[in-house]
Nanobody, 115 residues
Framework: QVQLVESGGGLVQAGGSLRLSCAASRSIFSINAMGWYRQAPGKQRELVAAITSGGSTNYADSVKGRFTISRDNAKNTVYLQMNSLKPEDTAVYYC?????????WGQGTQVTVSS
């Protein structure tokens, strides 16, 4: 079992930055992959960024060059640094962990970008 708790969401103006954090209840060293998804009103949940246990990263085309995912194994935490935010980035952001064959989700944190 893995419990995930997100923090760091909020309201920011377009062009601003936010850093989301996802704290896990156990060591993330051996977790296969962790990532961030988002869901805007009326839209499907989509992958934003992911990072494997080996450190490989993957980003949605819409956030490449603006968002950076990272992990701190010592703190059992995954981060999403979001720069140059746009109104279309507004969504609930969810932390996700894939461990063995199980999926784990956080409760989500709201990010609102005003124009």
């Amino acid at each position: 079992q893995v419990q995930l708790v997100e923090s760091g969401g909020g309201l920011v103006q377009a062009g601003g930055s936010l850093r989301l954090s996802c704290a896990a209840s156990r060591s993330i060293f051996s977790i296969n992959a962790m990532g961030w998804y988002r869901q805007a009103p009326g839209k499907q949940r989509e992958l934003v960024a992911a990072i494997t246990s080996g450190g490989s990263t993957n980003y949605a085309d819409s956030v490449k060059g603006r968002f950076t995912i990272s992990r701190d194994n010592a703190k059992n935490t995954v981060y999403l640094q979001m720069n140059s935010l746009k109104p279309e980035d507004t969504a609930v952001y969810y932390c996700h962990a894939l461990h063995l064959w199980d999926d784990y989700w956080g409760q989500g944190t709201q990010v609102t970008v005003s124009s």
